[in-house]
């Protein structure tokens, strides 16, 4: 049977030969159904659309480059070396007799699709403090982030900002391994 003919039964008391079968019948019950599916994958595709443009936009959205004699040029130096895994040069922005080392953050776990956004920082002269949200995708299956905040010290050494204490994404440095 086709969509017809169970539009005929659906009616009950309408037969094939009834007046309201033969309206129904001339409306042509196909064409409604080709022009509310067009409706339905119009709508999804706009909505796909708009979204990828949102992704597109956040994740192409330039990163906005700090001055590199600041506290936060700094950081943004050091987690740009750590998320590129230079992990050599990540190391030079930390203070001489730091004892953390690249092979310390050769073990650190982060996840490379994590956003990193200044929330404040504050300037001593000779010390300073910058403190940054890391907003990371936390699995669900709505895309939500989950946030953490973290801060950094710094210290002004022969005129150069160099950051102070075991910064993140490091939890300890300097510990033996077997």
Not at 40 to 50: D, E, P
Not at 71 to 93: H, M, N
């Amino acid at each position: 049977m086709g969509p017809v003919h169970f539009l005929a039964i659906k009616l009950g008391a309408a037969s094939i030969h009834s007046p309201l079968f033969k309206r129904i019948n001339r409306y042509d019950i196909h064409t409604m159904l080709k022009k509310e599916n067009r409706a339905i994958t119009i709508i999804v595709a706009l909505i796909a659309l708009i979204s990828i443009g949102v992704v597109i936009f956040s994740v192409v959205q330039p990163v906005k480059e700090l001055k590199s004699n600041s506290p936060e040029g700094v950081v943004q130096s050091y987690l740009t070396a750590v998320f590129d895994r230079k992990f050599d040069i990540a190391i030079t922005s930390l203070i001489p007799t730091s004892t953390c080392t690249a092979e310390d953050l050769d073990r650190t776990y982060f996840q490379d699709s994590s956003q990193i956004h200044l929330r404040s920082s504050e300037d001593n002269g000779t010390t300073a403090q910058v403190n940054v949200d890391v907003e990371t995708p936390d699995g669900s299956p709505f895309g939500g982030l989950m946030s953490e905040k973290h801060s950094y010290r710094l210290s002004k050494i022969n005129g150069q900002w160099k950051i102070s204490g075991i910064p993140w994404p490091l939890y300890d440095c300097g510990v033996r391994t077997k």
